[in-house]
């Protein structure tokens, strides 16, 4: 690792040491005051209908990579961390991983008016979607979430209907993509 890359790695996990929700909502400006009101309900299990606490820590980790704003991750982590095991943090992780590359091959596929690639087979590995270190229930809601901010139809549409058969109502879908909707805006907001 270069000195530089050291350094942006200290710093990083000096964020992530001390980063609250309440840091993060000090640091919105003040047009974003629904972001802060909103950033409260996401992580309160009473503001995510349909979502135990551990799915919304789940949702919350893999959204918040997809933003660009460190802080926002940083935040998303702590939160994460009493309620999953390390091996749930990196499906988590595993989950927006995934999903960051498919999203684009499968946008590309439903924009792209050649129907000659979707006869193409894909050629991406996916074996950790098999095992992703968390169930397939929670790797499914944060697919949704990660897929809602990328916004690939053919991933939300699978992994929706997947998240439905597996006894998902429709009030615990609206959470995940509100969680997505708040950490997008927080994070865009915080890039700057």
Sequence with gaps: MSWGGFSLFCKYKKIAFKMTIEDIKNDLPAYAYDMKNNLDNIFMEGGCPGLSPKQIAVVAVATALSTPAPKLIAVALNFAKPLLSEKELDGAKTAHAIMSMT?????????????????????????????????KIDFHLASIGVSSINFCKACIDYHELAARRMGINAEGIQSVVRIAAVMNAVGQILKF
């Excluded at 979707?118 to 095992?131: D, G, Q, V």
């Design 103 to 135: 999203n684009v091959y499968y946008r590309f596929l439903h924009v792209c008016d050649n129907k000659e690639y979707k006869r193409m087979p894909p050629k991406l590995e996916m074996k950790a979607e098999t095992t992703p270190g968390i169930s």
